[in-house]
């Protein structure tokens, strides 16, 4: 995949973003001025190696890599070392995620926005501004990109699990209410099986000399389960009052001890416990309150948490 046209990194990266910091956002920590990453455990980089991953072309081909949670836990150790305390790395990822948003569609751009998401989860003097700086472009430009229906589903489950993981991220969501109206506007008629005016459910792809409308799999939607726990996650980080959730980027014992609703057949929803994971088979242990009990790869079944609400037309058993 050919990467998008990107700006060449400014020569003074680290004063563009110390400019960018007096645009609203935390000051930049005294002392953090950039220049060479810090050290990282088992990171041990040359010279020609540093020159080559600081390239925003590196950037973007290491993103485009994380497509799985798997990929996610190999590389963050690699994009983590990179931007440690450099607010220069911050900005050219930053222009490389906007890049993202602008060209890749629906499940292409969950890559690009988990390295986001390691971004803004790394623990270094620079985890306040960082998350000012960033979520203020990305959900500009998400705004922007809101009449593809699709990419903005993906974009907003991934802000959603940027908010679960980062008190920064969930505290800039909960001041910034204007500038994500939006969201909220968005979700709702979602949730309503309605589409914004004007909007489509695909980017336009291009073909030849041109562009052509994709064509949409209804297979590749979010199912109305689905939407009704998205919208209730993405409710409750604007609200900041996060409810309980779980997705793939969550290591998978957090699960464990949860009180989860399975859909059965014909909509009936039957609660159990989780009492276990199974590292080897990647399975759920399921104790329901009947006494049966089942082993689930849980991102195969529709379920939801008991304390949460149960979706239209289930029927609890």
Same mark, same amino acid.
Request: charged share 25%; proline share 7%.
């Given at each position: 995949?050919?990467?998008?046209? /990107?700006? =060449?990194?400014?020569?003074?990266?680290?004063?563009?973003?110390?400019?960018?910091?007096?645009?609203? @956002? =935390?000051? !930049?920590?005294?002392?953090?001025?950039?220049?060479?990453?810090?050290?990282?455990?088992?990171?041990?980089?040359?010279?020609?190696?540093?020159?080559?991953?600081?390239? =925003?072309?590196?950037? &973007?081909?290491?993103?485009? *890599?994380?497509?799985?949670? +798997?990929?996610?836990?190999?590389? *963050?150790?690699?994009?983590?070392?990179?931007?440690?305390?450099?607010?220069?790395?911050? !900005?050219?990822?930053?222009?490389?995620?906007?890049?993202?948003?602008?060209?890749?569609?629906?499940?292409?751009?969950?890559?690009p926005l988990r390295g986001?998401?390691?971004?803004?989860?790394?623990?270094?003097? /620079?985890?306040? &501004?960082?998350?000012?700086?960033?979520?203020?472009?990305?959900?500009?430009?998400?705004?922007? *990109?809101?009449? #593809?229906?699709? @990419?903005? %589903?993906?974009?907003?489950?991934?802000? @959603?699990?940027?908010?679960?993981?980062?008190?920064?991220?969930?505290?800039?969501?909960?001041?910034?209410?204007?500038?994500? @109206? &939006?969201?909220?506007?968005?979700?709702?008629?979602?949730?309503?099986?309605? !589409?914004?005016?004007?909007? *489509?459910?695909?980017?336009?792809?291009?073909?030849?000399?041109?562009?052509?409308?994709?064509?949409?799999?209804?297979?590749?939607?979010?199912?109305?389960?689905?939407?009704?726990?998205?919208?209730?996650?993405?409710?409750?980080? +604007?609200?900041? %009052?996060?409810?309980?959730?779980?997705?793939?980027?969550?290591?998978?014992?957090?699960?464990?001890?949860?009180?989860?609703?399975?859909?059965?057949?014909?909509?009936? #929803?039957?609660?159990?416990?989780?009492?276990?994971?199974n590292p080897t088979t /990647?399975?759920?242990?399921?104790?329901?309150?009947?006494?049966?009990?089942?082993? #689930?790869?849980?991102?195969?079944?529709?379920?939801?948490?008991?304390?949460?609400?149960? =979706?239209?037309?289930?029927?609890?058993?």
């Amino acid at each position: 995949v050919r990467p998008p046209r /990107l700006a =060449p990194a400014p020569a003074d990266a680290d004063a563009a973003a110390a400019a960018a910091a007096d645009d609203g @956002a =935390p000051a !930049l920590p005294d002392g953090v001025v950039g220049g060479e990453p810090e050290s990282g455990p088992g990171l041990e980089l040359g010279e020609r190696e540093q020159r080559m991953v600081d390239m =925003p072309v590196f950037l &973007w081909r290491l993103l485009k *890599q994380i497509k799985k949670v +798997l990929h996610k836990k190999t590389l *963050q150790p690699l994009l983590q070392h990179l931007l440690r305390n450099r607010p220069g790395a911050t !900005l050219e990822l930053l222009d490389v995620l906007c890049a993202a948003l602008k060209k890749e569609d629906h499940m292409d751009l969950k890559g690009p926005l988990r390295g986001a998401l390691m971004a803004l989860t790394l623990d270094d003097d /620079l985890r306040e &501004w960082r998350a000012h700086i960033m979520c203020s472009r990305l959900v500009a430009e998400m705004e922007q *990109q809101a009449r #593809y229906v699709l @990419a903005t %589903e993906a974009s907003l489950c991934m802000l @959603a699990r940027m908010a679960k993981a980062s008190p920064a991220v969930a505290g800039w969501l909960r001041e910034h209410a204007e500038e994500c @109206a &939006w969201m909220e506007r968005f979700l709702e008629l979602r949730r309503l099986g309605q !589409l914004p005016q004007g909007a *489509q459910m695909l980017k336009p792809r291009r073909v030849g000399g041109g562009y052509v409308q994709g064509a949409h799999n209804h297979a590749f939607g979010m199912t109305r389960v689905q939407m009704l726990m998205q919208y209730n996650l993405m409710r409750g980080a +604007l609200a900041g %009052e996060l409810p309980d959730s779980y997705d793939s980027d969550d290591e998978p014992q957090a699960l464990v001890g949860k009180r989860i609703r399975v859909r059965w057949k014909a909509d009936k #929803y039957y609660s159990g416990t989780v009492q276990a994971f199974n590292p080897t088979t /990647l399975e759920h242990h399921v104790v329901y309150d009947d006494g049966d009990e089942r082993d #689930y790869i849980i991102a195969n079944k529709t379920w939801t948490f008991v304390s949460g609400p149960l =979706p239209p037309n289930a029927a609890p058993m």
